[in-house]
């Protein structure tokens, strides 16, 4: 809403998630991020008409992950690609995100567009759409943070594109049963790089601001329906934080969306985007202390969807 002054209320859930900060682990399989220092803490708030307040590192950009997600499968649609949604599901996978199993029995549709095999759909279908998939986040991105800033870093691209074993398998397999219509290898190259997008909490509680405006772009401009922005919203808390959507539903009551890069960005539809960032993860690829000041937040506003 506009006119609310944030700062109290981030300076008071900064001082009250403290015992948080460096619990998990920060995530080590790409090993590009394994030297992140752990006890970064950071938040922002971004009202609906560009208002953003901030508390800790919320300026310091960050690998923001699977948090890339949400603009792919965004932009997807506002390409006119609805029809995605026949190569990808909308229900909870209740396993981890980077798993191989549903895809065999389920002739390698993908439970939804947030755990990996969806997103490489998605990302598959604005190759197709765009011809140029990174070029069109970038530029969207950049417009809606508000940022020239924003890039890729491509040291995290190339180390996770090393490592990444379990994604070219995931890649291969959507192929095989007929789900990509690109080139694996061009589809792994946009979907590392897209995850290694460096931006901080100030960048993405921007630049999410559309799906608390309803789909509207922070130039007024729209960029989804009404419709898709409530449908995106209901992806997010159905399916944002893998296999603890459901908890964090529980704790949190926000359309979410995290990335093991120790991201989340959440939507208060109708008011405000909330970002934090907080390197320690736990099992399920979650922010620990992310997660806990999201809690405090719908907690002292009581704007949870709840
Ligand atoms: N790049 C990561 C991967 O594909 C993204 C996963 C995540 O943030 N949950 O494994």
């Known amino acids: 809403m506009a006119g609310v002054d944030y700062q109290p209320l981030l300076d008071e859930i900064a001082a009250g998630v403290r015992p948080q900060i460096g619990r998990g682990a920060v995530a080590s399989y790409i090993p590009a991020l394994a030297g992140v220092g752990i006890g970064h803490f950071g938040m922002a708030v971004a009202d609906i008409d560009g208002q953003v307040a901030g508390v800790g590192d919320w300026r310091r950009p960050f690998s923001v992950q699977s948090i890339s997600k949400i603009y792919t499968l965004a932009l997807v649609l506002a390409e006119g690609g609805e029809d995605v949604w026949r190569r990808v599901g909308r229900e909870p996978s209740g396993t981890p995100f980077n798993s191989l199993v549903q895809l065999e029995y389920e002739n390698g549709i993908p439970r939804n567009p947030f755990i990996n095999a969806g997103s490489l759909v998605v990302t598959d279908r604005l190759l197709s ?65 897209q995850c290694a997008l460096a931006m901080s909490c100030r960048d993405l509680a921007l630049a999410t601001g559309f799906l608390a405006r309803h789909g509207l772009r922070g130039d007024g401009s729209r960029l989804l329906s009404v419709r898709e922005a409530k449908q995106v919203n209901g992806v997010m808390l159905t399916c944002g934080a893998y296999d603890a959507a459901g908890e964090f539903a529980y704790r949190v009551g926000l359309p979410g969306k995290s990335g093991v890069g120790g991201g989340i960005v959440a939507v208060v539809p109708g008011r405000c985007t909330v970002a934090v960032w907080s390197p320690g993860i736990d099992e399920q690829g979650n922010s620990v202390a992310g997660v806990a000041a999201l809690d405090h937040f719908t907690t002292l506003t009581g704007w949870s969807v709840f």
């Open 129 to 193: 759409l765009t011809g140029d998939a990174r070029g069109a986040l970038r530029t969207f991105l950049r417009a809606e943070s508000c940022n020239r800033g924003v890039d890729f870093d491509i040291a995290v691209a190339d180390s996770e594109a090393e490592h990444g074993h379990r994604n070219a398998a995931l890649g291969h397999f959507l192929a095989d049963l007929g789900n990509l219509e690109n080139d694996v290898a061009d589809v792994l190259a946009h979907y590392f790089s």
